[in-house]
């Protein structure tokens, strides 16, 4: 079973930097992966930061393009995601998923079968 730990949130100022993670576990072989980093504010839906596939095709918010970068290990099985200049608007619990459907990478969550609990991300200003 596909397991997503991810890890790394916490509390920054305004113009800090964070870089999570998130630790893939439960699968051995594919021959095509994307992954994603999506993030949900109180009181608002969720929405999708950035994607990222086997091929190393990334696509990115426009809010968080030119701040933020995903990357993945696939040695350690590992997603990242650095954010740097924070701001106070990008608080919100981030998750970590995966799908293995070859598609084109897009920020829609019906696009992702597997979900992580979460990280917090605040930033205050």
């Known amino acids: 079973q596909v397991q997503l730990v991810e890890s790394g949130g916490g509390s920054v100022q305004a113009g800090g930097s964070l870089r999570l993670s998130c630790a893939a576990s439960?699968?051995?072989?594919?021959?095509?992966?994307?992954m994603g980093w999506f993030r949900q504010a109180p009181g608002k839906e969720r929405e999708g930061v950035a994607v990222?596939?086997?091929?190393?095709?990334?696509i990115y918010a426009d809010s968080v393009k030119g701040r933020f970068t995903i990357s993945e290990d696939n040695a350690k099985n590992t997603l990242y995601l650095q954010m740097n200049s924070l701001k106070p608007e990008d608080t919100a619990m981030y998750y970590c998923?995966?799908?293995?459907?070859?598609?084109?990478?897009?920020?829609?969550?019906?696009?992702?079968?597997?979900w992580g609990q979460g990280t917090q991300v605040t930033v205050s200003s």
């Open positions: 998923a995966a799908d293995f459907r070859l598609k084109r990478p897009s920020t829609d969550e019906a696009d992702f079968t597997y």
């Open positions: 439960g699968y051995t072989y594919y021959s095509y992966i994307r």
């Open positions: 990222i596939d086997s091929v190393s095709s990334t």
